[in-house]
């Protein structure tokens, strides 16, 4: 390319962007020059640039000896130190914390404004390979949260498929309730196709289709989109409200946050406020998540049982500005965090958020990487004997342990940790856990090992294959191994029970009638299993009578855990989330699939009670409201198909005693009554029914004279003819 068209073109272009293009541009004219070509150009600009000192030839001179301008142009440097002398670099000076933050947003906003630029000048499909190099070069040099800012964006452009849910999911057997439903409606050729029975099938459709829809893409609504450095311009609850909580923390542990401080314990916690309340330095986005996550509960607890007004107005407002940096944080956390205690109190913190606002695919993610990460660091493999970090790591992995199962049988999926992966010994031991809590724990534990095998075993698809002899084998050991685990619950219920002093068990009381309540709840999650078990094993007949049984006994269960919280909301929210929600509740499908096939009432009665349990509370959370629209359409269609298959039923009898009473008349010689009005009572009747009796009677003494052999059969002996 001849010098005189870079010229040009050069001169064709202004500001920022024509300056890296003339450049540019020489570059790759020298780079595409014949070496001939260019040591010709190279020695006409040496010849041009004669020998002279470095202040008049214009040389910026770093005075040293030779200067390093004077080196890079081959020229003879005449400043040899001279009585310059090299200026000694100078001592950084230390800039507060404040200017430090103005500065990195100033370093943001001009990124902003480069990308901006760039974009406004797109690249021609002329570029040379040095301009596209150059290009390439500066995306990898930009800053990390501009990739951030990208990925996000990328990340809630795409769309998002459905999430697969296994054959133990709730979503599961609502289908299987859907198809379960209309083959018996397929199987009765009296229901028409403009029949409320129809509407009722296609509604129970549309609402198993609606539960199947669940999207693999978490949605997090409250998130802000920030950059590392604008960690700290996130606003928090102020500091007087969070210190005086804390302090409270010593004497009265807060009920939100009683099965949290298993595993972070309240110590820890309180350093993670003091790291960020009173920041000597960076903190991290999992201390971060970690701070707004316990206040968040510690302020939603705060304002339910606030006395005044206002109090509880600010307590609310706190706690949904914790909701918001939870979510911040959670929309921020990088995918390659390393393996570390304090990120894994993160992502289990984030799990328990994400199950409260029915984001189980997202907290699958998140407990799913908490897993991992304790498999990276050897926790499942931790030496028997006790020290200070092992005591911490302990709960933690167990913790992650009872997320990992409980979300793999919600969303019908092997678990992350293996059973037999693990050498630790089945039991939580804690040196700031009083025992019984402990031992509640413990059954947990064990009860999360039963469940995954419950799935392994009856559930997962190398399971569908096996003889049915073994399979009932299979589900007879977890029945046993299930019924050991509620033994000790009962045992250590009763223990709870007697440590209230015999009060009844009602929300509010001392921490032994709390743990009292959730071993109670306790008893619903047991028969749930149980009955979940014997599902696995249904045949063509229908379910099996212990596999009603034991849904019955769980809602019995659940009417006394509902008594129970009456007086607490939040309570009762908490119960009906961790336990009849995180868990696939499969009574609640067995007994409306029991109400189809055998119109069973009082099975009718059980689901409308369940369905009205929830009202009260529809409106909590989002995942208690789906559930209240579940059930409320499952008894509206069960309602319909049995009130339905009942006027059916008085239908055919109605028919069949009419051709009766036809037949019998035309034998004996009566008058046939018109069946029409047979189900009214005419003028006469209701006037006179003296009359009407009467000539009943006449009626019917003239058969008995006009048929006296009938009477003459009555009195003969039969047994001959029976024999």
């Not at 406004?120 to 070069?137: I, K, L, M, V, W």
């Not at 369940?610 to 995942?623: D, I, Q």
Request: with cysteine.
């Amino acid at each position: 390319m001849p010098m005189e068209a870079v010229e040009n073109d050069a001169a064709a272009e202004s500001g920022p962007i024509g300056t890296i293009s003339r450049a540019v541009r020489r570059l790759t004219c020298f780079s595409n020059c014949s070496s001939d070509s260019f040591q010709h150009f190279r020695s006409n600009i040496v010849g041009i640039v004669r020998p002279m000192p470095c202040e008049e030839a214009k040389i910026r001179c770093d005075r040293l000896s030779p200067c390093s301008n004077c080196r890079a142009i081959q020229h003879s440097c005449s400043s040899g130190g001279g009585p310059f002398r090299h200026r000694e670099s100078r001592q950084r000076v230390l800039i507060s914390t404040e200017y430090e933050h103005k500065i990195d947003r100033i370093e943001y906003r001009l990124t902003g404004i480069e990308r901006l630029l760039q974009d406004s000048h797109p690249p021609s499909s002329t570029q040379g390979p040095a301009e596209r190099a150059g290009q390439t070069a500066e995306a990898v040099a930009r800053p990390s949260s501009e990739l951030v800012e990208t990925a996000n964006s990328i990340s809630e452009n795409v769309e998002s498929e459905r999430a697969f849910e296994g054959d133990s999911s709730m979503t599961a057997a609502t289908v299987f309730a859907s198809e379960f439903l209309e083959n018996a409606v397929e199987r009765s050729p009296s229901y028409t196709a403009n029949s409320p029975v129809h509407a009722a099938v296609l509604s129970l459709k549309e609402m198993a289709s609606m539960q199947s829809l669940q999207s693999s893409k978490g949605t997090l609504p409250y998130k802000r989109q920030i950059a590392n450095p604008a960690l700290r311009g996130l606003q928090l609850p102020p500091q007087q409200p969070v210190l005086s909580i804390l302090r409270e923390m010593k004497e009265i542990s807060p009920i939100t946050l009683t099965v949290i401080c298993f595993f972070i314990p309240m110590e820890r916690f309180v350093e993670c406020c003091r790291e960020v309340y009173f920041a000597l330095e960076d903190f991290s986005l999992s201390t971060f998540l970690i701070v707004n996550a316990g206040l968040r509960y510690l302020f939603q607890e705060k304002h339910l049982t606030a006395s005044e007004q206002a109090s509880m107005e600010e307590y609310r407002s706190w706690s949904h500005l914790c909701r918001c940096n939870v979510e911040t944080a959670l929309a921020n956390l990088s995918f390659l965090l390393p393996a570390s205690s304090e990120n894994i109190e993160a992502l289990l913190l984030g799990s328990i958020y994400c199950i409260e606002t029915s984001q189980t695919s997202l907290a699958w993610q998140l407990s799913a990487g908490a897993a991992q990460m304790c498999q990276t660091l050897g926790w499942h493999r931790l030496p028997s004997h006790s020290d200070s970090s092992v005591d911490r790591k302990l709960p933690l992995f167990w913790f992650t342990y009872l997320l990992d199962k409980g979300l793999a049988l919600r969303l019908g999926r092997i678990s992350v940790l293996q059973d037999h992966e693990i050498t630790l010994r089945r039991q939580f031991n804690s040196a700031g856990v009083p025992r019984e809590w402990q031992n509640l724990m413990t059954q947990w534990i064990h009860h999360s090992e039963i469940v995954g095998k419950v799935y392994q075993d009856l559930y997962s698809p190398a399971t569908s294959t096996k003889p049915m002899p073994e399979r009932t084998k299979l589900a007879e050991f977890l029945l046993a191994r299930l019924k050991e685990t509620m033994d000790a619950s009962t045992a250590s219920a009763g223990e709870a029970r007697a440590a209230t002093g015999g009060q009844p068990l009602r929300y509010g009381f001392p921490p032994q009638s709390i743990l009292a309540m959730l071993l109670k709840f306790d008893e619903v999650w047991y028969w749930a299993s149980v009955t979940l078990v014997h599902r696995a094993l249904r045949s063509n007949e229908g379910f099996s009578e212990p596999c009603i049984q034991a849904a019955r006994s769980a809602f019995k269960a659940h009417r006394e855990c509902i008594h129970m919280t009456e007086t607490s909301p939040h309570m009762k929210a908490a119960y009906l989330l961790w336990t009849i929600i995180y868990t696939p509740f499969t009574p609640l499908i067995v007994i409306f699939c029991h109400v189809i096939e055998s119109g069973n009432t009082e099975d009718l009665r059980i689901l409308s009670d369940f369905t009205g349990s929830l009202e009260s509370v529809s409106a909590t959370t989002e995942p208690i409201k789906r559930l209240h629209s579940l059930c409320q359409v499952l008894r509206d269609v069960a309602a319909i198909f049995v009130g339905s298959k009942a006027q059916n039923s008085r239908d055919q009898l109605i028919m069949a005693g009419n051709e009766f009473d036809t037949y019998l008349g035309n034998m004996m010689g009566l008058p046939v009554t018109d069946p029409s009005r047979q189900n009214s009572v005419s003028a006469l009747e209701m006037e006179e029914p003296a009359m009407v009796a009467e000539t009943h009677v006449s009626q019917l003494r003239g058969w008995m004279a006009g048929n006296p052999h009938i009477f003459s059969m009555l009195e003969d002996d039969l047994s001959q003819y029976l024999r």
